[in-house]
């Protein structure tokens, strides 16, 4: 199977579940937003990943947690062979939730807390160090114990920016690890590893949404060097890791699957040919590459009206759920599909018209001066490609809350089956979360 037939089947399959969930009342009146994730979608993505790296290394690929943090969807993830890369306590409980063993895991983040560390040094959880200060700690954490998991160093490789400054992290000046091109780094890197013979792995995430694929791989050659320096210097194989993060970019342009892991793999053996040779276990983070094709959004149109000669359609999915493309609608376009009532692909004469979601400030568009068929109230208006950091990373502007999130795959019969993943928070659970138990207690200060 071609990748493009096998992106033509993955969109039949949408088309199909997003008929189906209106048929079954899923979307509808009733829930004017939900998520959709394409298992089959899911489990293609991680097969390719898989298959992309080949060998000789060894490689450990984990999903990072922050693209979609559902229970269900890392449950999943770990059943197809997956480990997971978590960066905040919560994450790491949703992750320990899905049953990743510690040993499947990699523990990010700028921050980390004594606590944060204690536990994943505790529990031989791989950790990735940000910063020289981070080491300090670590080296009283241990006070002269050896470490029972692998801990690297993230190293900022300064490569330069992609085409969203927000979403690179291998900048002069990005707050991620240690910035090597920094007078004086390099030595102070190797220095470091000389005196703690428990860092064994060298970390750089540097990609992300709008980096070109050789830029990311000048980044990750970098940390290459980095290693081969590191051992030379201390005369055996010191760093046995590299961790060379996530950070594919997704076409959210058309269907395809493009890059592909294969791509980024090819360029990557260009650049650095011996990272694959076998010295090295590779460890991988990617996120938004595994999911984000298989993911949609179905919101309800309850209104259409008209504003200056602009046809307006407006939803229930706005900023809440599609928070990157309201505030920064140039950098994170999205694709949508127009649907008639019963969920069937809406055909006719096209007209220009912004899609609006529901939150009460103006910029809330998930879509802009977009061509679609006539749009009319109570038609489904799909956000496509919206499987990673969408549905998971919800911002609750105007109190709205959280959709449901539904699985769907096709059965043998050729029916759409649907799986919860997640319920949608109730109004109940909005006023909860909101302080709702401490109702009385600005009243009780001023009275007291
Ligand atoms: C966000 C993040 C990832 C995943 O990035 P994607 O662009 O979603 O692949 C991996 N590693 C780290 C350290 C991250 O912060």
């Not at 480990?83 to 983040?109: I, K, M, N, W």
């Amino acid at each position: 199977m071609t990748s493009d037939s096998a992106a033509r089947q993955r969109g039949d399959r949408r088309t199909a579940a997003l008929a189906r969930a209106v048929e079954d009342g899923l979307l509808g009146p009733h829930a004017p937003v939900i998520g959709l994730l394409d298992v089959d979608g899911v489990l293609a993505a991680v097969e390719a990943l898989h298959k992309a790296f080949g060998g000789p290394a060894p490689v450990r690929h984990t999903f990072a947690a922050k693209a979609c943090g559902l229970v269900p969807v890392l449950r999943l993830l770990a059943d197809a062979g997956m480990g997971c890369e978590v960066a905040s306590p919560g994450e790491l409980e949703q992750a320990l939730a899905a049953g990743f063993t510690y040993d499947r895991l990699v523990f990010d983040s700028p921050a980390k807390t004594v606590q944060e560390l204690e536990f994943a040094l505790a529990h031989g959880i791989a950790i990735n160090l940000d910063n020289f200060q981070e080491m300090a700690r670590v080296d009283r954490l241990l006070s002269g114990r050896e470490a029972s998991g692998p801990i690297g160093l993230r190293v900022n490789p300064q490569v330069g920016a992609g085409a969203i400054g927000a979403m690179s992290t291998a900048t002069a000046t990005s707050k991620f690890g240690v910035a090597l091109r920094d007078p004086g780094a390099v030595d102070a890197v190797i220095e470091a590893f000389e005196r703690r013979p428990w860092l064994n792995r060298l970390h750089a995430h540097v990609g992300s949404q709008g980096c070109p694929l050789p830029l990311i791989a000048e980044g990750i050659r970098a940390a290459y060097e980095l290693a081969e320096r590191i051992n030379t210097r201390l005369g055996r194989a010191r760093i046995t890791g590299i961790d060379i993060g996530g950070g594919l970019p997704v076409n959210f342009a058309d269907e395809d699957d493009r890059p592909t892991y294969a791509d980024y793999v090819a360029e990557l053996r260009e650049a650095a040919p011996g990272l694959f040779d076998g010295r090295y276990t590779l460890v991988t983070e990617f996120g938004r590459s595994l999911l984000a094709k298989s993911g949609t959004i179905g919101t309800v149109v309850e209104y259409t009206k008209s504003a200056g000669g602009r046809r307006i359609a407006v939803t229930h999915a706005g900023a809440q759920v599609a928070t990157r493309t309201v505030f920064m609608p140039g950098s994170w376009p999205l694709r949508v599909g127009v649907f008639d009532a019963s969920g069937r692909p809406k055909q006719g004469p096209a007209e220009i018209v912004d899609i609006a979601g529901p939150c009460c400030f103006a910029g809330d568009l998930t879509a802009s001066a977009r061509e679609l068929p006539a749009v009319e109230p109570g038609d489904v208006v799909a956000l496509y490609d919206t499987g990673a950091y969408y549905f998971s990373s919800h911002f609750s502007y105007n109190s709205l809350p959280r959709p449901a999130v539904y699985g769907y795959r096709t059965g043998a019969d050729g029916q759409v089956r649907f799986a919860p993943v997640r319920e949608a928070q109730s109004v109940r659970g909005v006023v909860e979360e909101s302080g709702l138990a401490q109702a009385d207690n600005l009243v009780a200060l001023r009275t007291e």
